[in-house]
């Protein structure tokens, strides 16, 4: 069945990926976005489809229209982008969800949050199960996007308790592949564009903490059988990659498949920053019959290949 759906942030990275495959999959797309971290480059490919609508907003303000679905991914994810403006980020996390639940509320559709692993902060259990509550300052520099996160999935149970919204909830952890903004800070995409244009590699620390990388295809799979669910599936799920890296590996790993020059620098470890991360996916494959199937080496490939492409 054809369905009308909302994506907001659909000029970013992931949601240009989720705008692209629901247009494949033969729906109608409303790609929400104020520019602050995405472009149009992002879906540039899509403006002629005359089932793709573009609207320049902030979610952070009321929005109306009539859709089916709304696939909430409007909030800078990297870190330096979300410490950029912290309370517009809190603003646009806790504000954005009030606005988009409001709207499922009165148009009666199904919403879906893209919510993080960070709303596990530094974990101290390992892999980080759904029932694990969390390790996160509260004050501390991430805390704008951790607590404005962990605040939108209560609004999300609220909603969904006391107006019986149908709520989808994903803690997506960290994913990766074309389309990352070049200069946003991931360690993925700083690697690649370090490497491809022979800068020093800036490994955060020691290099030992470790992170799980998911290909941005296996994870916008993930999120649309999550909406697709019955309504007696809220999440929250984790979905990503359970093949987990120090950023060390990462770091050698993206110079030898560049076959870069660059040499591995040393820099100071940011604030909070996580020791460790690895999502446990078994609710994932139960209830999803989801897991991810691009390896790290493959997904790196096809991301080296689109930031050849893009930077010069
Ligand atoms: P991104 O920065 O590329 O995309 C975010 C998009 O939201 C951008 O297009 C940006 O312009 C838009 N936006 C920001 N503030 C807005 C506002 N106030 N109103 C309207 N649009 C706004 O980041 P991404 O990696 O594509 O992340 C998308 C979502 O997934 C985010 O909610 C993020 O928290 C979540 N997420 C991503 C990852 C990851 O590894 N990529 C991990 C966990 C969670
Ligand atoms: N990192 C790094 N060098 C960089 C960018 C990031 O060593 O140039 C490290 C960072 O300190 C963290 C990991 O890579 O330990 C992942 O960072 P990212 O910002 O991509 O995601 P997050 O910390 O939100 O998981």
Redesign the pocket.
Same mark, same amino acid.
């Given at each position: 069945m054809k369905k009308k759906v909302l994506v !907001? $942030?659909g *000029? $970013?990275? %992931? $949601?240009s990926h989720l705008c692209e495959r629901l247009l494949n999959d033969g729906h109608e797309v409303l790609c929400?976005?104020?520019?602050? !971290?995405?472009g149009k480059q992002n879906i540039a490919h899509l403006l002629s489809n005359p089932y793709f609508e573009l609207i320049r &907003?902030?979610? #952070?303000m009321p929005y109306f229209v009539e859709v089916d679905e709304i696939y909430n %991914?409007?909030?800078? *994810?990297?870190p330096i &982008?979300y410490q950029y403006n912290p309370i517009k980020t809190i603003k !646009?996390s806790v504000m $954005?969800a009030i606005n988009m639940l409001g709207l499922a509320k009165r148009i009666r559709a199904k919403i879906l949050q *893209?919510? #993080?692993?960070?709303v596990y902060g530094d974990p101290t259990i390992h892999p980080q199960t759904e029932s694990y509550w969390g390790h996160v300052n509260p004050i501390g520099p991430r805390s704008c996007y951790d607590e404005g996160?962990r605040c939108a999935e209560s609004l999300f149970v609220n909603y969904h308790a006391q107006n019986n919204i149908r709520i989808k909830i994903m803690r997506?952890?960290?994913?990766y592949g074309p389309r990352m &903004?070049p200069n946003?800070g991931r360690v993925v995409s700083n690697f690649i564009v370090q490497a491809l244009k022979g800068e020093d590699i800036t490994v955060y620390g020691n290099g030992r903490q470790t992170r799980s990388f998911c290909y941005v295809d296996d994870l916008i799979t993930g999120m649309i059988l999550l909406m697709n669910t019955d309504d007696s599936i809220k999440g929250p799920i984790n979905v990503g990659n359970p093949s987990e890296f120090t950023i060390l590996q990462l770091a050698q790993q993206v110079i030898d498949l560049t076959g870069s020059k660059s040499k591995i620098v040393y820099e100071a470890l940011p604030t909070d920053d996580p020791m460790q991360r690895q999502p446990d996916i078994t609710l994932a494959k139960e209830i999803l019959n989801w897991e991810p199937k691009v390896k790290l080496e493959e997904g790196l490939k096809k991301t080296i290949e689109y930031f050849k492409n893009t930077i010069s």
């Open positions: !907001t $942030g *000029a $970013g990275f %992931l $949601g929400m976005d104020n520019y602050f !971290t995405g &907003h902030d979610v #952070t %991914l409007a909030c800078p *994810a990297s &982008h !646009t $954005g *893209a919510s #993080t692993s960070e996160k997506i952890f960290n994913t &903004h946003d």
